[in-house]
């Protein structure tokens, strides 16, 4: 779950739509803006809601590479320079190699953010990490209390893991935001929440609605908020954007907005501005779309970049899938479901264009 | 003015298509477009070239054309929002005693300033009703009065040199201010507009403080409106940022873009 809450927040990737050499500026670009690149598909934590079905077992789609393979593939990002790359999981953290990857992406200048559930995070990593070159981290922190994270993370002392992360990250020196999704169990302490998350020193506070996908799909529906606590909940979100406005950001991210902007960008002529590389080599373009266009393994990025990944949001059959969710209980009746099931794979046409 | 490159920021740069270069600054984890001419401009900045310096190798580049001068202004303040370089604004010798709310005396001189604007605008004016008879001493003193509408000036030489006027919170808006007018003597110099409009903002700031949580501005999208950019400009750099838009308000004619202030 840790991904989809990064994947238009934690880029940082905010452009002013009403300055026109930005608009023209993503029209001409040579390469991807954002990465996102799953390191590993094992996890520590066992969450509830976890789109990606991360476990310790790892995820049997997307078996992980090994160093050699994704040291091949860091190049291969390295080649379209990027602004940012995002390293995410499964829990990052377990990859033996993660400390030379985030150093050879920082050596080219390349911003890198990661996202963890912070059960790893001791002074020692917090070094490693630093010494490396990572920029920003993110940590999922689902509560106020043990009671509502370490059950939603399924692991006794979760929480207290993850408090004690993020201190040791500020006390470094880290910019650290948080993730937080909302349930049943938590989100009528969300003020206490915010209160407790700006006294550790972090910078952001990303909210995202639980989605009905994964083992949220198949085990956490029952947590899911109705209409009602929604309303009340989101109210409670701009409120508190408005009181930390100018010393934490209080963000609400929507899971379809990529869908629609990415849909109209295409038609202005804007190119595909994230690529995800899943933790076997895969290429996709949206987390929550069972689309890949292939894998890093067998062509490079930049040669799938040229042939049409560039292009990729105005191809006929993403399309046709981009048409079938308008909210998000759509995304549990997709089929395939994306990181549970095998992807589809689509040729990749230049998006129709010359 | 100074030119300074920003110094604290590490830039990432990417080579795009057709000259396009993409910036993401590492500390404010943005990204941002520029064209070949600024990302040129902001080489020279980094060189250590002053305003002056820039304006002359373009001027031997390209020849003194009219609007040299002005469009490289535009491309620094463009920059300067972009928070890709510093600038150091000229001292204006105005004191912060000489910035404050008008009074009874005041109404006939902000009167007077308003409608030579009317015959000179100066370039950096905003003026939320297009008629001269709204701005007759009166009719300014009625509003200031009855709560409706304050007027900020800015005093050089026992002279009001430019106004602010807004309109405190209605009860339908609770929290939220709203510029009315902007108004400068027609002569004054952009630097001094800008050094100007910054600190009548600040004082109307402390006036309205506790009342208010945000000030708004309604600039309409209009060809009509020819400051509009200037207008755009000014707001930005004073921290507004591009809240809303109002597709056919005002009789349908046009949208309002609204341009808003958090405080």
């Known amino acids: 779950m840790e991904q989809n809450v990064v994947s238009d927040s934690i880029t940082g990737f905010k452009y002013a739509p009403n300055l026109k050499d930005d608009y023209e500026g993503l029209r001409q670009v040579n390469g ?180 009905p996908l994964g083992r949220g799909n198949k085990f956490g529906k029952l947590l899911m908020l109705n209409e009602e606590e929604y309303f009340y909940f989101q109210r409670k979100i701009f409120r508190c954007a408005e009181i930390y406005r100018g010393k934490m950001d209080v963000e609400w991210g929507d899971p379809l907005d990529h869908y629609i902007r990415m849909k109209n960008n295409y038609k202005a002529g804007l190119k595909t501005y994230c690529v995800e590389i899943r933790a076997n080599g895969d290429i996709f373009f949206s987390t929550y779309m069972p689309i890949k266009i292939g894998n890093c393994l067998k062509k490079s990025l930049k040669e799938y970049w040229l042939n049409g990944l560039d292009n990729v949001w105005g191809n006929p059959t993403v399309i046709q899938w981009v048409n079938k969710v308008k909210n998000i209980y759509d995304f549990e009746k997709l089929d395939p479901q994306p990181y549970f099931d095998t992807p589809i794979e689509i040729k990749l046409d230049n998006g129709g264009r010359i | 003015m100074i030119l300074q490159k920003n110094k604290n920021d590490f830039l990432h740069v990417r080579n795009e298509k057709k000259g396009y270069v993409s910036i993401f600054n590492h500390n404010t984890r943005t990204t941002t477009f520029l064209n070949e001419t600024a990302y040129e401009i902001l080489k020279l900045v980094n060189e250590g070239k002053n305003y002056e310096e820039i304006v002359s190798i373009y001027n031997s580049k390209y020849g003194m054309g009219e609007n040299l001068e002005e469009e490289v202004l535009n491309t620094l303040y463009s920059l300067k929002y972009r928070k890709l370089i510093e600038f150091e604004m000229e001292n204006n010798n105005i004191s912060e005693n000489d910035i404050r709310v008008a009074g009874e005396k005041d109404y006939s001189e902000i009167s007077k300033l308003i409608k030579k604007n009317f015959i000179k605008p100066n370039k950096y004016i905003y003026m939320a009703a297009d008629n001269e008879v709204y701005y007759n001493e009166e009719t300014i003193r009625i509003r200031q009065f009855n709560n409706y509408e304050y007027n900020i000036v800015a005093v050089e030489n026992a002279r009001i040199e430019a106004v602010l006027t807004i309109a405190p919170p209605r009860s339908q808006f609770f929290g939220t201010s709203l510029i009315t007018g902007i108004f400068f003597s027609p002569d004054m110099s952009e630097d001094k507009c800008k050094l100007l409009f910054t600190k009548l903002l600040e004082k109307g700031k402390e006036y309205l403080l506790g009342d208010i949580n945000k000030i708004r501005i309604h600039i309409p999208d209009t060809e009509n409106l020819r400051n509009k950019k200037e207008l755009i400009y000014l707001l930005l750099e004073n921290g507004f940022i591009n809240e809303a838009t109002l597709k056919n308000e005002i009789c349908k004619k046009y949208d309002l873009i609204f341009y808003t202030l958090f405080i």
């Open chain 1, 32 to 211: 991807p803006m954002m990465v996102s690149l799953d390191v590993t598909s094992r996890c520590n934590l066992s969450c509830i809601h976890c789109l990606n079905d991360s476990s310790n077992r790892g995820n049997s789609v997307y078996e992980e590479m090994n160093d050699r393979d994704i040291l091949m593939v860091v190049d291969q990002i390295i080649e379209l320079n990027p602004h940012t790359v995002c390293i995410c999981g499964g829990e990052p953290l377990l990859r033996k190699n993660l400390f030379d990857i985030i150093d050879k992406f920082s050596q080219k200048g390349i911003f890198v953010s990661m996202v963890s559930n912070g059960f790893l995070i001791d002074s020692e990593c917090v070094n490693k990490l630093k010494e490396c070159g990572l920029k920003f981290i993110q940590i999922s922190l689902d509560g106020v209390n043990k009671k509502q994270h370490d059950y939603f993370r399924s692991v006794q002392g979760s929480f207290d893991r993850a408090v004690s992360a993020i201190k040791l990250l500020v006390k470094a020196g880290f910019n650290v935001a948080v993730s937080f999704v909302p349930n049943k169990l938590n989100h009528k302490d969300f003020y206490e929440y915010v209160d407790f998350v700006n006294k550790l020193g972090v910078i952001s506070v990303r909210v995202m609605p639980f989605l």
